[in-house]
C-alpha cells in the first residue's frame, strides 16, 4: 500500500533529510531495524558497565600510576579531538548522500574520502590510546568494560569504514545514481549511528 | 540434501551434483525454509536422543553415569532443542510459509535469508562439536549460570573448550535469527500484495511479525552477554560475571533473562500462529476473534520485555511486586488466545485428521502449561517450586507439548504444499497418540514430583516415597514419546516418495494466499493472484465473496465477528 500512497504524501522533513523524498526501499528498513538490533546490542553492553560502575567501591584502575582517563583528560586535548572529528564526519556522509541524491557521484567519492580519512585516523587514535593504557583486560572492571567498549564500538567503525570503502570502489564501476543510492543511504545512516554510539562511550568512560 | 532434492522436479540436466549444487546456492525462500526444517530435525532428532540419555540416568535411584557426563547430556538436550530445533524450525516454516501467505515473490533479502541458514548450520555444528574435545560439551546449564559456566579451578563446568565452543555457538545462532528477524520484518512490512492490509494478514503471518520483532530487539542483549562471558573465562579473569573475583552473577542473570523470556515467546507465538490457521480450516470457520486474536499477540509480545525477572525471584535482587505483577499480566491475552481458539471450534464441523489433532492436542497442553506458568508467577508460590521438577514440567508443558505439537500440525498442513504428496494419515494417528501419551507420562509425573519436593538438574535422587515409581513412569513415557517422532521420521520419508499424491492447489479447503498456487508452488510463486479483500481471499474467490469488494479497497462484510 505504502507504494501506491507514497507519493501524495505531505513531505516529511525528518524523512526528508535522512532518506530523501523517494520512498524508502527495502534495504533502508533493512538497516534501520538493524540498527535497532546494535542500539540493543550496545544497551547491553553499557547496562554490564554501568551495574559494576554502580557496584565498585573505586572507580579507576586498580593498579597505582597507571593511566587514568580523566588524568589524561586533563593532560591532553586529543581524546576530545577525535571525538569532534569523528561526530563531524557525519557531516560529509551526509554531504555524500545528498550529493548522489542529485546524482552528483563526484561529490559523493570526495565526501566518502574525507569519511575514510576521518574514520581511519580514529581507529589510529584508538590504537594509541590502547598502547597508553597500561593495563590488561583482567586487571579489573574498569579495564574490562574500557576495552570491551572502546574494541567493540571500534569494531563497528572498522566495519563502517569497509561498508563505505566497498561503496567507494563501487561508484567506480558506475554504480549508484540520483535513483538507485540505497546502499550509500544505509551506510549514512549506520556511520550516523556509529558517531552517536561513541558520544555515548566517551561521555561513559572519559566525562562521567 | 540430495534425496530430498531428487523428489524436486528440476529440469536440470546435469543429474544429481547439479541438484545439489542448485540446493547448496539456492537464495529460493521455498528451498531455504525446507533445508531449515530438515536441518533442525536432524537436530531435534538428536536432542531427543539424549533425552532418553537422561531419562534412562533416571530411572532408578543411584546414579549410572557420572554427574559430570549427565551435566553435559541435559545442557546440551536443551541447548539443542531450544536453540537448534524449535526455534529454526518455526523459522523453516515461516521462510515456506509468510512470503506465500503474503502474496510475495521471496523474502525481502533472499541472500541474507541465505546467510541466515548457512551460519546456523555452522554455530549447530560448533555447539555440537564440543562433544569431540577434553572436557566435553556445556555442562552449566542451558541458562549458563556463573560461576557454574566461568573456568575458575573446581568448578561444575570441566575445563576443556565445551564451554567457549558453546558460547561461540550460541553467538552464531543469535546472529542468524537476528538477520532472519531483519528479514521477516521488512518481508512483511514491505512485500505485501496489493490488497493484504496488516488486518488482513493471516494469523501465523502476524505471529511471525511479532516473533520478528522480539528476535531483532532482545537477541543482540543475549549476544552481548554471551560476549561478556567469553571474555570472562578467556582473559577478563571473571570480573564481569564471578563473584570471586568481583564479578556480578546476577548481571548475567538479567541480561541472559532480557533476552530468555522474550525468547520463550519466540518459540511458542509461531506455532501459535500455526494452531490458528490449522483450527479455522478443519473446524469449518473463520477464526473467532481475530482482531481480538492480533492484538493479544502484540500484547505478548510487548508484555514480554518487562517480566524477564520472574526467573530470579529467588535472588533477592528482584522487585518482586512489579515483576509478579508484570508476569500475571500475561495470562491475560494468554487466555483471549484460549477462548480464540475454543470459540473457533465450537459448533463447527470438526475433522479430526492428523494436523487437527496436533493443533487441539496443542490447546488442551498449553493450558496446562499456561497454568502451571501463573502458578510460578505468584512470588511465594515460586519460592517453594523453584528449582523443582515442577518447573521442568511446565516448561516442557509448554514446548515440548506446545511448541512441537504446533511444530507437528505445521509438518501435515503444510506437508502436501511443499512437497505435492499427503503424510500418510495411519501412521500419522498413531505418532499422535503415541506422543500425546508419551508426553503426559513424562512430564505429568514431573509435576507432581516437584510438588514433593524433587530438584531438578541432578543424576541421582534420594529415595523418597513414590519418587522412582514416578521417574519410571516418565522414562517409559520418554520412550514412549520417541516412538511416535520415530514413526513421524518414516512417515516424512515414506511420503516424500511414495504418499498419496496431492493434485490440487488447495486440499483443505482453506482461505489463506498459500493455498491460492500449485503444490509445489513454482519457483515465482504465484501465476496470479486472487483479488485480496478479507483475510481469506482464496475462501472469498471459491465462493464468489470477492464481488462485494469495490475499487477504493474497502472490506467486504466481515466474515470473522
Known amino acids: ?208 | 540434501m540430495a534425496t530430498l532434492a531428487g523428489t524436486v522436479p528440476t529440469g536440470y540436466a546435469g543429474g544429481r551434483a547439479q541438484v545439489l549444487l542448485d540446493w547448496l546456492t539456492t537464495v529460493d525462500h521455498k528451498k531455504i525454509g525446507i533445508m531449515y526444517v530438515v536441518a533442525a530435525g536432524v537436530f531435534g532428532l538428536v536432542g531427543g536422543a539424549l533425552s532418553l540419555v537422561v531419562r534412562t540416568e533416571l530411572i532408578e535411584t543411584g546414579a549410572i553415569m557420572g554427574a559430570d557426563t549427565y551435566n553435559q547430556m541435559f545442557t546440551m538436550h536443551a541447548s539443542i532443542m531450544l536453540f537448534l530445533f524449535i526455534m529454526p524450525v518455526a523459522t523453516g516454516f515461516a521462510n515456506y510459509v509468510v512470503p506465500l501467505q503474503i502474496g510475495a515473490l521471496d523474502m525481502a533479502f533472499p541472500r541474507i535469508n541465505a546467510l541466515s541458514l548457512w551460519i546456523f548450520l555452522f554455530g549447530g555444528i560448533l555447539m555440537l562439536s564440543a562433544f569431540a574435545f577434553d572436557g566435553g560439551a556445556a555442562a552449566a546449564g542451558w541458562t549458563a549460570y556463573p560461576p557454574i559456566s566461568s573456568n575458575t579451578a573446581g568448578n561444575i563446568q570441566p575445563a576443556g573448550v565445551g564451554m567457549d565452543l558453546w558460547l561461540v555457538g550460541v553467538i552464531a545462532l543469535g546472529v542468524a535469527s537476528t538477520a532472519g528477524g531483519l528479514n521477516f520484518l521488512v518481508t512483511i512490512f514491505k512485500m505485501r500484495a496489493p490488497g493484504m492490509t496488516m488486518f488482513r494478514m493471516p494469523m501465523f503471518t502476524w505471529t511471525v511479525l511479532v516473533t520478528a520483532f522480539l528476535v531483532v530487539l532482545a537477541t543482540p542483549v543475549l549476544a552481548s552477554a554471551l560476549i561478556l562471558l567469553f571474555a570472562d573465562r578467556n582473559g577478563a579473569g571473571g570480573v564481569f560475571f564471578d563473584p570471586a573475583t568481583g564479578g556480578q552473577s546476577i548481571l548475567w542473570q538479567n541480561l541472559f533473562w532480557f533476552y530468555s523470556h522474550p525468547a520463550v515467546y519466540i518459540m511458542i507465538l509461531p506455532p501459535m500462529g500455526i494452531v490458528s490457521e490449522v483450527l479455522p480450516v478443519f473446524s469449518r470457520k473463520p477464526l473467532f476473534g481475530y482482531r481480538a486474536f492480533v492484538m493479544a499477540t502484540v500484547g505478548i509480545g510487548l508484555l514480554s520485555f518487562i517480566v524477564w525477572a520472574h526467573h530470579m525471584f529467588t535472588t533477592g535482587g528482584v522487585f518482586l511486586p512489579f515483576f509478579m505483577a508484570s508476569t500475571f499480566l500475561i495470562g491475560i491475552p494468554t487466555g483471549v488466545k484460549m477462548f480464540n481458539w475454543m470459540a473457533t471450534m465450537h459448533k463447527g464441523s470438526l475433522h479430526f485428521n492428523t494436523a487437527m489433532l496436533f493443533a487441539v492436542g496443542f490447546v488442551m497442553l498449553f493450558l496446562i502449561g499456561g497454568i502451571t506458568g501463573v502458578f510460578h508467577a505468584a512470588v511465594p508460590v515460586d519460592f517453594a517450586l523453584h528449582d523443582t521438577y515442577f518447573v521442568v514440567g511446565h516448561l516442557h508443558y509448554v514446548l515440548a507439548t506446545g511448541a512441537a505439537f504446533g511444530i507437528f500440525a505445521a509438518s501435515y498442513f503444510w506437508f502436501p504444499k511443499m512437497f505435492g504428496r499427503f503424510l500418510n494419515e495411519g501412521l500419522g494417528k498413531i505418532h499422535f497418540w503415541s506422543m500425546f501419551i508419551g508426553t503426559n507420562m513424562i512430564f505429568w509425573p514431573q509435576l507432581m514430583l516437584g510438588l514433593d519436593g524433587m530438584p531438578r538438574r541432578i543424576n541421582d535422587y534420594a529415595d523418597n516415597p513414590g519418587w522412582e515409581l514416578m521417574n519410571q513412569i516418565a522414562t517409559v513415557g520418554a520412550f514412549v514419546a520417541m516412538v511416535g517422532a520415530v514413526i513421524f521420521l518414516f512417515n516424512v520419508v515414506h511420503s516424500i516418495y511414495w504418499g498419496e499424491k496431492c493434485e490440487e492447489d488447495n486440499p483443505w479447503d482453506a482461505g489463506t494466499l498459500e493455498w491460492a498456487t500449485t503444490s509445489p508452488p513454482p519457483v515465482y510463486n504465484f501465476d496470479r493472484l486472487p483479488r485480496v479483500r478479507s483475510e481469506r481471499p482464496v475462501f472469498d474467490e471459491r465462493h464468489g465473496l470477492g464481488a462485494y469488494a469495490s475499487s477504493e479497497g474497502e472490506s467486504p462484510p466481515q466474515t470473522s465477528s
Open chain 1, 1 to 208: 500500500m505504502a507504494s501506491r500512497t507514497a507519493a501524495r504524501q505531505p513531505v516529511n522533513p525528518l524523512k526528508s533529510f535522512f532518506v530523501g523524498n523517494e520512498p524508502m526501499t527495502n534495504g533502508l528498513w533493512g538497516m534501520v531495524f538493524f540498527i535497532f538490533s546494535e542500539i540493543m546490542f550496545f544497551s547491553g553492553l553499557i547496562a554490564a558497565y554501568l551495574a559494576l560502575r554502580e557496584d565498585a567501591l573505586e572507580w579507576a584502575p586498580l593498579i597505582e600510576g597507571v593511566y587514568d582517563h580523566h588524568a589524561i583528560l586533563e593532560a591532553e586535548f586529543r581524546p576530545v579531538f577525535f571525538t569532534i572529528l569523528l561526530v563531524a564526519s557525519s557531516i560529509p556522509m551526509q554531504l555524500a548522500a545528498f550529493a548522489i541524491r542529485k546524482g552528483n557521484r563526484g561529490g559523493m567519492k570526495l565526501g566518502m574520502l574525507v569519511v575514510m580519512v576521518i574514520g581511519t585516523a580514529f581507529l589510529l587514535n584508538q590504537a594509541v590510546e590502547w598502547m597508553h593504557a597500561d593495563f590488561a583486560i583482567g586487571d579489573g572492571p574498569y579495564s574490562a568494560t574500557f576495552y570491551l567498549l572502546t574494541g567493540f564500538h571500534g569494531a563497528h567503525v572498522l566495519g563502517g569504514l569497509l561498508f563505505i570503502a566497498f561503496l567507494w570502489m563501487r561508484s567506480y564501476l558506475g554504480h549508484f545514481d540520483a535513483h538507485r543510492n540505497t546502499a550509500v543511504e544505509a551506510a549514512t545512516m549506520y556511520w550516523h549511528f556509529v558517531g552517536a554510539v561513541w558520544i555515548l562511550v566517551f561521555s561513559l568512560l572519559f566525562l562521567a
